[in-house]
Protein backbone atom coordinates (compact mmCIF):
# COMPACT_ATOMS: atom_id res chain seq x y z
CA UNK A 1 0.00 0.00 0.00
CA UNK A 2 0.40 3.68 0.64
CA UNK A 3 1.80 4.26 -3.46
CA UNK A 4 2.24 7.60 -4.99
CA UNK A 5 2.34 7.81 -8.99
CA UNK A 6 3.50 10.87 -11.28
CA UNK A 7 3.13 11.41 -14.52
CA UNK A 8 4.75 11.89 -17.16
CA UNK A 9 7.75 10.47 -15.88
CA UNK A 10 10.03 12.93 -18.06
CA UNK A 11 8.96 15.52 -20.47
CA UNK A 12 10.86 17.76 -23.04
CA UNK A 13 9.44 21.09 -24.01
CA UNK A 14 10.41 24.04 -25.49
CA UNK A 15 11.09 27.29 -23.87
CA UNK A 16 7.89 29.74 -23.69
CA UNK A 17 5.65 26.14 -22.81
CA UNK A 18 3.54 24.84 -20.24
CA UNK A 19 3.96 21.99 -18.62
CA UNK A 20 1.54 19.76 -16.51
CA UNK A 21 2.87 17.21 -14.04
CA UNK A 22 -0.08 15.12 -11.85
CA UNK A 23 0.17 13.44 -8.57
CA UNK A 24 -1.81 10.92 -7.66
CA UNK A 25 -2.03 8.65 -4.57
CA UNK A 26 -3.50 5.20 -5.41
CA UNK A 27 -4.68 3.58 -2.32
CA UNK A 28 -5.29 6.38 0.40
CA UNK A 29 -6.22 9.61 0.69
CA UNK A 30 -4.32 12.49 1.34
CA UNK A 31 -5.96 16.04 1.93
CA UNK A 32 -2.30 17.54 2.08
CA UNK A 33 0.85 17.03 -0.90
CA UNK A 34 3.63 18.47 -1.38
CA UNK A 35 6.08 19.46 -4.46
CA UNK A 36 9.52 19.35 -3.99
CA UNK A 37 12.18 20.09 -6.63
CA UNK A 38 15.46 18.73 -7.03
CA UNK A 39 18.43 20.25 -9.39
CA UNK A 40 20.97 17.84 -10.27
CA UNK A 41 23.27 16.76 -7.49
CA UNK A 42 21.37 18.56 -5.03
CA UNK A 43 19.11 18.12 -2.16
CA UNK A 44 15.36 18.16 -2.29
CA UNK A 45 13.87 21.98 -1.75
CA UNK A 46 10.21 22.33 -0.94
CA UNK A 47 8.40 24.49 -3.58
CA UNK A 48 4.59 24.19 -2.07
CA UNK A 49 2.10 22.43 0.15
CA UNK A 50 -0.89 21.13 -1.82
CA UNK A 51 -4.06 21.21 0.32
CA UNK A 52 -6.75 19.50 -0.83
CA UNK A 53 -10.06 22.62 -1.56
CA UNK A 54 -7.81 25.37 -1.06
CA UNK A 55 -4.76 27.36 -2.44
CA UNK A 56 -1.54 26.28 -2.28
CA UNK A 57 1.48 27.55 0.29
CA UNK A 58 4.29 28.41 -1.59
CA UNK A 59 7.97 28.63 0.29
CA UNK A 60 9.57 31.71 -0.28
CA UNK A 61 11.00 32.78 -3.72
CA UNK A 62 9.00 30.40 -5.89
CA UNK A 63 6.33 32.51 -7.99
CA UNK A 64 3.03 30.85 -7.70
CA UNK A 65 1.91 32.38 -10.82
CA UNK A 66 4.81 30.39 -12.34
CA UNK A 67 3.96 26.88 -10.34
CA UNK A 68 0.40 26.62 -10.20
CA UNK A 69 -1.24 24.02 -8.05
CA UNK A 70 -4.23 22.09 -8.23
CA UNK A 71 -5.42 19.74 -5.64
CA UNK A 72 -9.36 19.15 -7.15
CA UNK A 73 -9.28 15.72 -5.17
CA UNK A 74 -8.43 13.90 -2.10
CA UNK A 75 -6.20 11.42 -4.79
CA UNK A 76 -5.15 13.77 -7.11
CA UNK A 77 -2.48 17.02 -7.24
CA UNK A 78 -1.24 19.19 -10.55
CA UNK A 79 1.55 21.24 -10.92
CA UNK A 80 1.38 23.46 -14.05
CA UNK A 81 4.97 25.18 -14.73
CA UNK A 82 4.04 27.78 -17.21
CA UNK A 83 6.11 29.53 -19.97
CA UNK A 84 8.71 27.56 -18.96
CA UNK A 85 12.45 28.27 -19.17
CA UNK A 86 15.56 26.20 -19.22
CA UNK A 87 16.18 27.46 -15.92
CA UNK A 88 13.31 25.49 -14.81
CA UNK A 89 14.59 22.48 -16.18
CA UNK A 90 14.65 19.51 -13.01
CA UNK A 91 13.48 16.73 -11.21
CA UNK A 92 10.00 17.61 -9.67
CA UNK A 93 8.70 15.21 -7.27
CA UNK A 94 5.81 15.06 -5.23
CA UNK A 95 4.60 13.48 -1.84
CA UNK A 96 2.01 12.71 0.47
CA UNK A 97 0.71 11.32 3.50
CA UNK A 98 -2.69 9.67 4.90
CA UNK A 99 -5.41 11.81 5.78
CA UNK A 100 -5.42 12.01 9.28
CA UNK A 101 -2.25 11.39 10.04
CA UNK A 102 1.52 13.15 10.69
CA UNK A 103 3.01 9.62 10.05
CA UNK A 104 5.20 8.62 6.85
CA UNK A 105 5.18 10.61 3.83
CA UNK A 106 5.36 8.42 0.78
CA UNK A 107 6.65 9.94 -2.45
CA UNK A 108 6.19 9.70 -5.73
CA UNK A 109 8.67 8.64 -9.06
CA UNK A 110 9.33 11.91 -9.60
CA UNK A 111 9.19 14.09 -12.91
CA UNK A 112 12.34 15.01 -14.77
CA UNK A 113 11.78 18.25 -16.98
CA UNK A 114 13.67 19.34 -19.70
CA UNK A 115 13.23 22.94 -21.39
CA UNK A 116 14.76 23.65 -24.45
CA UNK B 1 13.51 27.03 9.89
CA UNK B 2 15.15 23.79 10.59
CA UNK B 3 18.44 23.11 10.02
CA UNK B 4 19.59 18.79 8.66
CA UNK B 5 23.33 18.72 8.16
CA UNK B 6 24.05 15.05 7.32
CA UNK B 7 27.69 13.27 7.30
CA UNK B 8 30.11 11.96 5.53
CA UNK B 9 28.68 13.67 2.21
CA UNK B 10 30.80 11.02 0.39
CA UNK B 11 31.71 7.30 1.50
CA UNK B 12 33.30 4.49 -0.61
CA UNK B 13 33.37 0.97 0.39
CA UNK B 14 34.32 -2.41 -0.35
CA UNK B 15 31.44 -4.55 -0.51
CA UNK B 16 30.84 -6.54 2.42
CA UNK B 17 32.02 -3.36 4.42
CA UNK B 18 30.07 -1.95 7.25
CA UNK B 19 28.97 2.31 7.45
CA UNK B 20 27.53 4.53 9.68
CA UNK B 21 25.87 6.94 8.28
CA UNK B 22 24.60 10.44 10.93
CA UNK B 23 21.97 12.94 10.79
CA UNK B 24 22.02 16.07 13.08
CA UNK B 25 18.96 17.98 13.26
CA UNK B 26 18.55 21.68 14.83
CA UNK B 27 15.49 21.38 16.93
CA UNK B 28 12.51 19.18 18.04
CA UNK B 29 10.92 17.08 15.42
CA UNK B 30 7.61 14.76 14.79
CA UNK B 31 9.26 13.18 11.93
CA UNK B 32 12.63 11.53 11.12
CA UNK B 33 12.75 9.46 7.94
CA UNK B 34 15.66 7.95 6.09
CA UNK B 35 15.59 7.76 2.59
CA UNK B 36 17.61 6.02 -0.25
CA UNK B 37 17.28 7.41 -4.25
CA UNK B 38 18.17 5.08 -6.48
CA UNK B 39 20.32 6.49 -10.14
CA UNK B 40 16.61 6.49 -11.61
CA UNK B 41 15.63 9.25 -8.58
CA UNK B 42 12.92 7.53 -6.67
CA UNK B 43 13.31 7.80 -3.02
CA UNK B 44 12.65 5.30 -1.29
CA UNK B 45 11.35 4.98 2.19
CA UNK B 46 13.73 3.00 4.32
CA UNK B 47 12.71 4.03 7.96
CA UNK B 48 9.91 6.04 9.82
CA UNK B 49 11.87 6.66 12.96
CA UNK B 50 11.33 10.32 15.22
CA UNK B 51 12.61 7.85 18.22
CA UNK B 52 13.76 4.51 19.05
CA UNK B 53 15.67 2.11 17.09
CA UNK B 54 14.56 -0.10 13.87
CA UNK B 55 16.23 -2.77 12.06
CA UNK B 56 15.31 -4.36 8.55
CA UNK B 57 17.24 -6.26 7.28
CA UNK B 58 20.94 -5.43 6.81
CA UNK B 59 19.42 -1.83 7.46
CA UNK B 60 19.06 -0.38 10.98
CA UNK B 61 18.46 3.16 12.21
CA UNK B 62 18.74 5.04 15.88
CA UNK B 63 17.34 8.53 16.62
CA UNK B 64 18.26 9.83 19.68
CA UNK B 65 15.69 12.84 19.78
CA UNK B 66 17.14 14.55 22.86
CA UNK B 67 20.32 14.94 21.47
CA UNK B 68 18.94 15.74 18.14
CA UNK B 69 20.77 13.18 15.77
CA UNK B 70 19.94 10.11 13.67
CA UNK B 71 22.33 7.24 13.20
CA UNK B 72 22.04 4.97 9.64
CA UNK B 73 23.69 1.61 9.98
CA UNK B 74 24.44 -0.09 6.68
CA UNK B 75 25.73 -4.13 7.13
CA UNK B 76 27.40 -6.12 4.97
CA UNK B 77 26.87 -4.03 2.23
CA UNK B 78 26.13 -4.34 -1.14
CA UNK B 79 26.50 -2.69 -4.86
CA UNK B 80 23.43 -1.97 -4.54
CA UNK B 81 23.24 0.18 -1.66
CA UNK B 82 24.91 2.52 -3.88
CA UNK B 83 23.19 5.39 -4.04
CA UNK B 84 22.46 8.89 -2.35
CA UNK B 85 20.82 8.39 1.25
CA UNK B 86 18.82 11.30 2.31
CA UNK B 87 17.41 11.92 5.77
CA UNK B 88 14.44 14.44 6.02
CA UNK B 89 12.38 15.56 9.16
CA UNK B 90 9.34 17.44 10.47
CA UNK B 91 9.58 20.30 12.48
CA UNK B 92 6.09 21.06 12.91
CA UNK B 93 4.86 21.50 8.83
CA UNK B 94 4.03 18.56 7.97
CA UNK B 95 6.81 19.44 4.88
CA UNK B 96 9.95 17.32 5.12
CA UNK B 97 13.20 19.38 5.49
CA UNK B 98 15.85 17.09 3.78
CA UNK B 99 19.76 16.83 4.28
CA UNK B 100 22.24 17.64 2.00
CA UNK B 101 22.72 13.81 1.72
CA UNK B 102 25.12 11.18 1.49
CA UNK B 103 26.86 9.84 -1.48
CA UNK B 104 27.28 6.03 -0.63
CA UNK B 105 29.32 3.89 -3.83
CA UNK B 106 29.95 0.07 -2.96
CA UNK B 107 32.76 -1.51 -5.03
CA UNK B 108 33.11 -4.96 -5.63
Known amino acids: GAVVSQHPSWVICKSGTSVKIECRSLDFQATTMFWYRQFPKQSLMLMAT?????????EQGVEKDKFLINHASLTLSTLTVTSAHPEDSSFYIC????????????FGPGTRLTVL | GIQVEQSPPDLILQEGANSTLRCNFS?????LQWFHQNPWGQLINLFYIPSGTKQNGRLSATTVATERYSLLYISSSQTTDSGVYFCAVDGGRRALTFGSGTRLQVQP
Open chain 2, 27 to 31: DSVNN
Open chain 1, 50 to 58: SNEGSKATY
Open chain 1, 95 to 106: SASAAGSTDTQY
